[in-house]
């Protein structure tokens, strides 16, 4: 069982940046690909970014491309969100999720998931 545990999300105005990060319970880290998804209210859970297990493969929604960096430290069991440049349409809970197959960008496949981070962008 993998515990996720997100942090490092608040308020800030459009433009602005932000870094989240997700910290690992299990020692096996490094053995799962690790997503990032978000939730704006009265909307559905969408896919953000995906990374590979050694880090060296990446993917994102088309919507964060250029402005989001998704990286992992398998030393420490984290995962990180960078966000930059950020827009209102932003704001969303942010859920870091752990998967043992690279390449899905449907929740559904996950199998692990953190309780969320809330990021809300003012304009």
């Known amino acids: 069982q993998v515990q996720l545990v997100e942090s490092g999300g608040r308020l800030v105005q459009a433009g602005g940046s932000l870094r989240l990060s997700c910290a690992a319970s299990?020692?096996?880290?490094?053995?799962?690909?690790m997503g990032w998804f978000r939730q704006a209210p009265g909307k559905e859970r969408e896919f953000v970014a995906v990374i590979s297990r050694t880090g060296s493969i990446t993917r994102y929604a088309d919507s964060v491309k250029g402005r989001f960096t998704i990286s992992r430290d398998n030393a420490k069991n984290t995962v990180y969100l960078q966000m930059n440049m950020l827009k209102p349409e932003d704001t969303a809970v942010y859920y870091c999720a752990a998967d043992t197959t690279y390449g899905h960008t449907s929740g559904s496949e996950y199998d692990y998931w953190g309780q969320g981070t809330q990021v809300t962008v003012s304009s």
């Open positions: 299990e020692r096996t880290f490094s053995s799962y690909v």
